[in-house]
């Protein structure tokens, strides 16, 4: 199957500091990326949808603002957690999918986020 | 948007029996349903999936069973082993959409 790689896989920083998450499919062109957040023992929930060169789209709760998106290229996206808080402690995935893919998304390592 | 029920929530099962997780979804439109594993701390991995236009589906000891009338969806795992113990989360989506996951189900395999 494709091959997306998350980084970091593990990242702690101070509160009120700014965490950068990078997403990249490294044998195929993703031209939708998608964002996932999981609290422990949770499932996943959408956080939003991003497609290559356009901004991404927000799930209904997701602050944007806090929560900023760029997939700038076909094969790499970020998150970026800004002004982190504790409670924005929580493991971050990211999935991947191609256009000739129908439907099927393939995930990220994950990135643990621990806010101190 | 799509809502998706997953039952049950932990399941416990004897080595070498069968295990079934059932979920519901609320969108008629949803036409993609993929079944996942989650270990402790690392990705989902997909197990096995079914489109809309196809009721069952099968793959060594894994099965899915798809009811569109009803809008559930059933995963089946026969001759369980040690290394089935993980979550198991199902998921629904349609055409380009983001996945929307159930709650999830903690499967314990007892020896």
């Known amino acids: 199957g494709a091959v997306v790689s998350q980084h970091p896989s593990r990242v702690i920083c101070k509160s009120g500091t700014s965490v950068k998450i990078e997403c990249r499919s490294l044998?195929?062109?993703?031209?939708?990326m998608f964002w996932y957040r999981q609290f422990p023992k949770q499932s996943l929930m959408l956080m939003a949808t991003?497609?290559?060169?356009?901004?991404?789209?927000?799930e209904q709760g997701v602050e944007k603002d806090k929560f900023l998106i760029n997939h700038a290229s076909l094969t790499l996206s970020t998150l970026t957690v800004t002004s982190a808080h504790p409670e924005d402690s929580s493991f971050y995935i990211c999935?991947?999918?191609?256009?000739?893919?129908?439907?099927?998304?393939?995930f990220g390592q994950g990135t643990r986020l621990t806010v101190v | 948007g799509e809502n998706v029920e997953q039952h049950p929530s932990t399941l416990s099962v004897q080595e070498g029996d069968s295990a079934v997780i059932k979920c519901t979804y609320s969108?008629?439109?949803?036409?993609?349903f993929p079944w996942y594993k989650q270990e402790l701390g690392k990705r989902p991995q997909l197990i096995i999936d079914?489109?809309?236009?196809?009721g069952e589906k099968k793959d060594q000891r894994i099965a899915v069973t798809l009811n569109k009338t009803a809008k559930h969806f059933s995963l089946h795992i026969t001759e369980t082993q040690p290394e089935d113990s993980a979550v198991y989360f199902c998921?629904?989506?349609?055409?380009?959409?983001?996945?929307?996951f159930g709650k999830g189900t903690h499967l314990i395999i007892q020896p």
């Open positions: 999935s991947a999918r191609a256009a000739s893919m129908n439907t099927e998304a393939f």
């Open positions: 044998d195929f062109q993703a031209t939708t």
């Open positions: 991003s497609n290559e060169g356009s901004k991404a789209t927000y």
């Open positions: 969108d008629s439109a949803s036409n993609y």
């Open positions: 079914i489109r809309s236009n196809v």
């Open positions: 998921a629904a989506t349609w055409g380009a959409d983001g996945l929307t």
